[in-house]
């Protein structure tokens, strides 16, 4: 059967696929980065996961304003990056589980969620950033499969927390039930706190951050509920990609053990966040 094995969160800020592109991370402003993102390397190098499913949001790649999905999956054989007014990204195709994507897909009815199917679907910064820091900026040939679980958070209304947290454990059910014998990682991305744009952009607030982290970690059922608007009021409007991270944790065992937790302030506008999670034995 299919095994869970991890659960990451990492900030997927698109300033590090410039830099990683144009192999400009160097110096100090990138030395704290570069070293703090080693052990998910490692952790990576140990594990290998079979299939890595990203909780990431489409930045307008995709879907525009017209459009708003909450919850979407891909489901095909290889996603390309987007090109994000920058010509794609020259990073390898990302091949697909379509299988496994299915087997998810089929779940969701089962459990009554409401999720779109994507059969073809470009991938941006929100997934190949948290790709590039998992397995190397000169990484040549991915070593995992991937599944694309799209979430909308750029537009409100936005799923709340607790449905973002029963999504990932309804992932979690699908994984568990999958015949073939390979093994998963999930990845939650975005956030965490960053605000882009108006009066209060570049705000940033490690302690909160801090004790969400806190939170998510020990004690997920206290800060599945929190709202939308204490979140962007403390953490920033585009500290609201939070919430994927709940995705990810719902997918894993109440009990976790954080094996590296890394923050730095700033990365682009950003307090760069990091956890990587492993179900208690
Ligand atoms: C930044 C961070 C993001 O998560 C994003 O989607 C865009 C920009 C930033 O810090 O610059
Ligand atoms: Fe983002």
Redesign the pocket.
Same mark, same amino acid.
């Not at 290889?78 to 994507?101: C, H, I």
């Not at 015949?179 to 960053?194: K, R």
């Given at each position: 059967m299919a095994k869970i094995i991890g659960g990451i969160g990492t900030? *997927?800020?698109?300033?590090i696929m410039h830099v990683f592109d144009e192999k400009t991370n160097v110096g100090p402003y990138w030395e704290p980065f570069n070293e703090g993102i080693k052990p998910l390397r490692k952790w990576m190098k140990d594990n290998k996961p079979d299939v890595c499913i990203i909780v990431y949001n489409d *930045?307008g790649s995709n879907f525009s304003l017209k459009n708003v999905i909450p919850f979407g999956i891909g489901i095909a054989d290889e996603y390309l990056p987007a090109d994000e007014g920058y010509g794609r990204r020259p990073v390898p195709t990302f091949k697909g589980d379509a299988t496994l994507s299915a087997h998810i897909a089929e779940h969701f009815n089962e459990k009554e969620f409401d999720v779109a199917f994507s059969f073809e679907l470009d991938v941006d *910064? &929100?997934f190949s950033v948290p790709a590039s820091i998992m397995f190397g900026e000169d990484c040549q040939e991915w070593p995992c499969k991937f599944i694309p679980l799209y979430v909308g958070v750029v537009q409100y209304p936005q799923p709340k927390g607790n449905r973002c947290y029963n999504l990932g454990k309804a992932i979690r059910e699908a994984i568990d039930s999958f015949p073939e014998d390979i093994t998963v990682a999930i990845v939650g991305t &975005?956030g965490l706190s *960053?605000q882009?744009q108006g009066p209060r952009a570049g705000l940033i607030n490690q302690d909160y951050d801090r004790k969400w982290l806190d939170g998510l970690v020990n004690d997920p059922e206290s800060i599945k509920d929190i709202s939308l608007t204490e979140l962007i009021r403390e953490t920033g409007s585009?500290g609201a990609?939070a919430i994927m991270w709940l995705v990810m944790r719902g997918a894993m065992d109440k009990e976790v053990n954080e094996v590296h937790r890394f923050m730095h302030t700033p990365?682009?506008?950003?307090n760069y966040s990091l956890t990587i999670l492993e179900n208690k034995k």
């Amino acid at each position: 059967m299919a095994k869970i094995i991890g659960g990451i969160g990492t900030s *997927h800020i698109p300033t590090i696929m410039h830099v990683f592109d144009e192999k400009t991370n160097v110096g100090p402003y990138w030395e704290p980065f570069n070293e703090g993102i080693k052990p998910l390397r490692k952790w990576m190098k140990d594990n290998k996961p079979d299939v890595c499913i990203i909780v990431y949001n489409d *930045h307008g790649s995709n879907f525009s304003l017209k459009n708003v999905i909450p919850f979407g999956i891909g489901i095909a054989d290889e996603y390309l990056p987007a090109d994000e007014g920058y010509g794609r990204r020259p990073v390898p195709t990302f091949k697909g589980d379509a299988t496994l994507s299915a087997h998810i897909a089929e779940h969701f009815n089962e459990k009554e969620f409401d999720v779109a199917f994507s059969f073809e679907l470009d991938v941006d *910064h &929100g997934f190949s950033v948290p790709a590039s820091i998992m397995f190397g900026e000169d990484c040549q040939e991915w070593p995992c499969k991937f599944i694309p679980l799209y979430v909308g958070v750029v537009q409100y209304p936005q799923p709340k927390g607790n449905r973002c947290y029963n999504l990932g454990k309804a992932i979690r059910e699908a994984i568990d039930s999958f015949p073939e014998d390979i093994t998963v990682a999930i990845v939650g991305t &975005g956030g965490l706190s *960053h605000q882009l744009q108006g009066p209060r952009a570049g705000l940033i607030n490690q302690d909160y951050d801090r004790k969400w982290l806190d939170g998510l970690v020990n004690d997920p059922e206290s800060i599945k509920d929190i709202s939308l608007t204490e979140l962007i009021r403390e953490t920033g409007s585009e500290g609201a990609e939070a919430i994927m991270w709940l995705v990810m944790r719902g997918a894993m065992d109440k009990e976790v053990n954080e094996v590296h937790r890394f923050m730095h302030t700033p990365v682009s506008n950003t307090n760069y966040s990091l956890t990587i999670l492993e179900n208690k034995k």
